[in-house]
């Protein structure tokens, strides 16, 4: 721009750094100037000197030093490149899956703004069922659609398990670039490449030197193989790890627990972690030959023991009445949750670490349906019957966990065990999947699904015939009820998922617009088809999927 009067000059007539009188001023001084206003401080030369024209002066001095500055610039020495990315030996995805993949990942659709899902489905539901397929059939993900995939595991905790591992080395390496992948390095083994345990000096370099997640890999990878050498292995770093690790440490001697590593846990026992202890104790009571178990079968049998003194046997109950060092030293907490007595959290903590063989002794072989059908004196049957869930639970007994859940058409409050949903399905998790299946579709048959939701969480998906049956019927019965669709839109999106894709056509005709019934509500019948319509069309998107990836 020429210069006028009082602006800034242009090349050719601009003064040379050695004549401009601001020429020497520091930059930092310049720009102070600039942003606080020549008035209030005028720019002043070395020698004192004011120019009379403060604000041209300044901007002349500025493009002085703007114009030395990017004239001094040495170019940047170029920095290593990254290491090429580790080679994965699996193969490819057929060109049908990869489309479909490419397909899945760019779903992006938002929901309608009545909160209606229409009747297409819902691709992104629809991710988790297409890496567990594809990692099953072992193939390796498309490096270009990798990126996308880690965004959508960066968005979705639930697909990262999944996501990592399909994504194999190349998504570990191209995490390590990406700070906005880096949750793909730590927290989780899962995605990390399955370490070579072969070579006993790279187990030991990568055990001591390897990112966390490398370290649960190696770890679980060596428990696999020889579970005496994954407890040496841990011992060795063991007092220097942080307490949140040795957590998640020894939750992997969970695979191959046995009599070798009492000794480890006895002295876990003491950790300055409670969490730590606590889990230590846990993995003790599921060692029933332990000393551990043996201390805490003693304490439990002089709590709850049989009663001959009425008509009938019972089961007499007296709580501890104080937790002294022993107890604490062995994993019992002191202080209860607010609400608990004392004496009956105590006594809860002993019962569910008492290997549950001691009951069938303690009340003379009688089977576990049985002892828990005895009724209990003082109130004390729920504490004992939900301690003896959590013990089942924990020691994966899958006697006492039928006997605790008792006939699946009985209301709950009937049953022998816990009315509470969550507890029942934990125990249902003990049981075989058949079995679970079997009574999940006999609990929806008698009580309808407004309760189901949670113990349909635990059955294997494909859901079996009989389940799935029993679970259209109920939706079925709900639509004829004239109620709307979305009260049971937790079910609906399980059996979306879960459903055998093979019954997309027998389900077709309730895809159909029933005739609206009095006293139904409003448009019922269309939401049900819509619903239904969507159900149908997603289980033969799924056989598609499956079709793709098995070809």
């Known amino acids: 721009m020429p210069r006028t009067a009082t602006g800034p000059t242009t090349a050719a007539s601009s003064p040379t750094a050695a004549s401009h009188p601001l020429a020497p ?82 779903d992006r659709a938002a929901p309608a703004a009545s909160g209606r899902r229409g009747a297409a489905p819902d691709l992104t539901e629809l991710i988790p069922q297409w890496l567990a397929t594809a990692n099953r059939q072992g193939f390796r993900a498309p490096a270009d659609l990798v990126p996308a995939l880690l965004d959508a595991a960066r968005a979705r905790t639930d697909l990262r398990p999944q996501a990592l591992a399909f994504a194999g080395p190349l998504g570990l390496w191209l995490a390590a670039l990406n700070p906005e992948w880096k949750f793909a390095l730590r927290g989780s083994a899962a995605g990390a490449p399955t370490p070579d345990t072969g070579d006993p000096e790279a187990v030991r370099t990568l055990w001591e030197e390897g990112l966390f997640a490398e370290r649960v890999a190696l770890l679980d990878a060596v428990r696999a193989q020889d579970p005496a050498a994954a407890l040496v292995l841990l011992t060795t770093t063991w007092s220097t790890e942080r307490a949140e690790d040795r957590l998640m440490f020894l939750d992997a001697l969970r695979t191959g627990l046995g009599a070798g590593d009492e000794e480890f846990l006895e002295q876990a026992l003491t950790d300055r972690s409670r969490n730590v202890r606590a889990t230590a104790a846990e993995l003790l009571s599921a060692l029933p030959s332990s000393a551990f178990a043996g201390r805490m079968a003693a304490r439990a049998a002089s709590c709850v023991h049989p009663d001959r003194t009425g008509a009938g046997l019972s089961i007499a109950v007296e709580a501890p009445h104080e937790c002294d060092a022993g107890m604490q030293r062995d994993g019992v907490a002191a202080v209860p949750p607010n609400g608990r007595g004392r004496r009956s959290w105590w006594l809860g903590q002993l019962v569910e670490a008492t290997p549950l063989g001691v009951w069938r002794e303690r009340f003379g072989g009688r089977p576990a349906e049985e002892i828990v059908a005895l009724p209990v004196a003082d109130d004390w049957a729920g504490e004992l019957h939900a301690a003896w869930c959590r013990a089942a639970v924990r020691q994966r007994d899958p006697h006492w966990a039928r006997a605790l859940l008792g006939e699946a058409s009985a209301p709950p409050a009937d049953s022998p065990g816990p009315a509470s949903i969550a507890e029942r399905s934990k125990l249902l998790a003990v049981l075989s999947q058949a079995e679970r299946a079997d009574w999940v579709a006999a609990f929806i048959a008698a009580h309808g699904l407004s309760e189901a939701f949670q113990l349909l969480g635990v059955c294997t998906v494909p859901w079996t015939g009989p389940l799935g049956r029993a679970v259209v019927d109920a939706l079925d019965i709900a639509r004829d009820g004239g109620s709307y669709p979305w009260s049971f839109s937790g079910v609906m999106g399980l059996a979306e998922r879960c459903l055998d894709s093979a019954e997309a056509d027998r389900l077709e005709v309730l895809t159909a617009t029933p005739d609206e019934r009095e006293g139904a509500s409003p448009g019922a019948g269309g939401y049900w088809s819509e619903a239904f319509q969507r159900l149908v069309s997603t289980l033969r998107l799924r056989a598609a999927m499956e079709a793709e990836l098995t070809a």
């Open 25 to 106: 001023l520091p930059w930092e001084e310049l720009v102070t100037s600039a942003l606080l206003g020549t008035d209030r401080r005028p720019p002043t030369a070395p020698g004192g000197q004011v120019p009379a024209d403060g604000a041209g002066a300044l901007l002349d001095a500025a493009a002085l030093h703007t114009v030395r500055r990017r004239a001094g610039l040495l170019p940047a020495t170029a920095g290593a490149g990254p290491a090429p990315a580790p080679h994965d030996p699996r193969p490819g995805l057929p060109e049908a899956a990869r489309h479909r993949l490419a397909q899945l990942l760019a």
